[in-house]
């Protein structure tokens, strides 16, 4: 998927985020589609509620 050990690693840890782009490799990496979905705040919640949301789900 043209990334390094170390990358993963970090990644793992917490160290780093993958980007989007490095995502979708690893999706096709292991034959998976990448989807992601993002909703903006329903007015009904709260303040701490975080302002979007992301699900990755494989099919």
Do not use: K, N, Y
């Not at 985020?17 to 989807?35: H, K, Q, Y």
Request: aromatic content about 4%.
């Amino acid at each position: 998927m043209g990334t390094t050990q170390s990358s993963v690693a970090r990644w793992e840890s917490g160290g780093s985020l993958p980007t989007i782009d490095l995502l979708d490799r690893l999706g096709r990496a292991v034959d998976l589609r990448l989807e992601l979905v993002a909703s903006h705040r329903d007015a009904t919640e709260s303040e701490d509620s975080p302002s979007c949301a992301v699900s990755f789900g494989a099919r």
